[in-house]
């Protein structure tokens, strides 16, 4: 049961009414997680006036939602793992490289496996990342301001994640498809698994 109401244009505060209609553009819908959000509309202001210059930057949408998939598993924030799965099949993520990330493992792709393992390290250090994880990046063809890209990523996955928890809203109808549940119990500091190619 969600612990903030999930508004409706009706019911949103008066600053958050118009963001509503911008996200019926963007993505489609309001997705609940963003009308629970509502109830900050300097929350939702700032977090979609950042997203907006994160799908300005130089990476794909894509590779967007591999960051945001592996940020939410990190994070274990479920409503977000379904809504980025949803996102990342309309982006042409390949599938076996979303259930690789649903599943907290590296995905074989050559330059998504990098991508993915770099965001990873950066969570689980708290934005220390090893020089393995940063050579494999650009090994795979990362420059060093998409490294940074991915700093601004995390960021703006840590908001909806953290929301996520709070709000802790529904899913969404479309999103049922793509309910996740963690396997494992979450530890608070697991120790790094990353794939070393």
Not at 47 to 75: C, D, P
Request: include cysteine; charge should be negative; aromatic fraction near 6%.
């Amino acid at each position: 049961m969600s612990r903030f109401p999930i508004h409706t244009t009706d019911s949103a505060p008066e600053r958050s009414k118009p963001l509503f209609e911008a996200l019926k553009q963007a993505v489609g819908m309001v997705p609940n997680l963003a009308a629970g959000m509502a109830e900050s509309p300097q929350l939702l202001e700032g977090f979609l006036a950042m997203r907006e210059h994160y799908g300005k930057g130089t990476l794909s949408g894509a590779e967007i939602e591999v960051l945001s998939l592996t940020a939410a598993f990190e994070n274990d924030c479920a409503w977000c793992v379904a809504f980025h799965s949803m996102m990342a099949g309309k982006n042409g993520v390949p599938v076996e490289v979303v259930d690789a990330l649903r599943a907290g493992r590296s995905p074989e792709d050559a330059r998504l496996g990098p991508l993915s393992d770099f965001a990873r390290a950066m969570v689980r250090g708290r934005g220390a990342v090893g020089e393995a994880e940063r050579k494999r990046l650009h090994a795979a063809g990362y420059t060093r301001a998409q490294a940074l890209e991915v700093v601004f990523g995390m960021g703006f996955s840590l908001i909806a994640n953290y929301a996520g928890h709070l709000v802790n809203p529904p899913l969404d109808q479309p999103l049922q498809a793509h309910e996740w549940h963690r396997a494992t119990p979450h530890r608070a500091h697991p120790e790094p698994e990353l794939t070393t190619r």
